[in-house]
T-cell receptor, first 115, second 115 residues
Framework: ETGVTQSPTHLIKTRGQQVTLRCSSQ?????VSWYQQALGQGPQFIFQ???????GRGNFPPRFSGLQFPNYSSELNVNALELDDSALYLC??????????????FGPGTRLTVT | AQSVTQLDSQVPVFEEAPVELRCNYS??????LFWYVQYPNQGLQLLLK??????LVKGINGFEAEFNKSQTSFHLRKPSVHISDTAEYFC?????????????FGTGTRLQVTL
């Protein structure tokens, strides 16, 4: 069983640029959630995708967007990068069955630095 | 909206001593509760979860937690810690009906185990 993988592991971007982060869900999982973890903080929920549709969003502006593909891999896109976007971005996958799921499996994260 | 408070940002403890990491939550509805561990430069790993039933929950690596509804607490305990338990620990809550995958995290507690 393959776990959750994320790419790249590290990334450096300049303010104003756009970035795409990628996540490959654990085999058999149909839901992916993205979290932002600033240095010294707990992760904050960005949004979740279930069967390719957004299924809930946290307090993040529209320049944070995502996609989930038929194979349940996912992308997080951030436009017009700001310095405060520097953080560890975590992807988590889970299996939602009959509207119930109780455990998320996290990937190792992508460390984004905006200069 | 729900929130999570981890009362201690850092907990130093000697090896083989017991430890308790405190977590309090705020919610007007029923909750699901989780503890995650994060080792340096890694993602999050689930230690244990409370969904319903017995208020004493046992997890991996010898950890356990007790759900106390009247005190809105979910403290994590281990009777004897090891050097390898040094890590960041996050308490999290979810209140979504039917799915527990949109997590609200606390700010974390750094457990530092020394000889």
């Amino acid at each position: 069983e393959t776990g959750v993988t994320q790419s790249p592991t590290h990334l450096i971007k300049t303010r104003g640029q756009q970035v795409t982060l990628r996540c490959s869900s654990q085999s058999g999982h149909n839901t992916v959630s993205w979290y932002q973890q600033a240095l010294g903080q707990g992760p904050q929920f960005i949004f979740q995708y279930y069967r390719e549709e957004e299924n809930g969003r946290g307090n993040f502006p529209p320049r944070f967007s995502g996609l989930q593909f038929p194979n349940y891999s996912s992308e997080l896109n951030v436009n017009a990068l700001e310095l405060d976007d520097s953080a560890l971005y975590l992807c988590a996958s889970s299996l939602v069955w009959d509207r119930e799921d109780y455990e998320q499996y996290f990937g190792p994260g992508t460390r984004l630095t905006v200069t | 909206a729900q929130s999570v408070t981890q009362l201690d940002s850092q907990v130093p403890v000697f090896e083989e001593a017991p430890v308790e990491l405190r977590c309090n939550y705020s919610s007007s509805v029923s909750v699901y509760l989780f503890w995650y561990v994060q080792y340096p430069n890694q993602g999050l790993q689930l230690l244990l979860k409370y969904l319903s039933g017995s208020t004493l929950v046992k997890g991996i690596n010898g950890f356990e937690a007790e759900f106390n509804k009247s005190q809105t607490s979910f403290h994590l305990r281990k009777p004897s810690v090891h050097i390898s338990d040094t890590a960041e620990y996050f308490c999290a809550v979810s209140v979504d009906t039917g799915t527990a995958s949109k997590l609200t995290f606390g700010t974390g507690t750094r457990l530092q185990v020394t000889l």
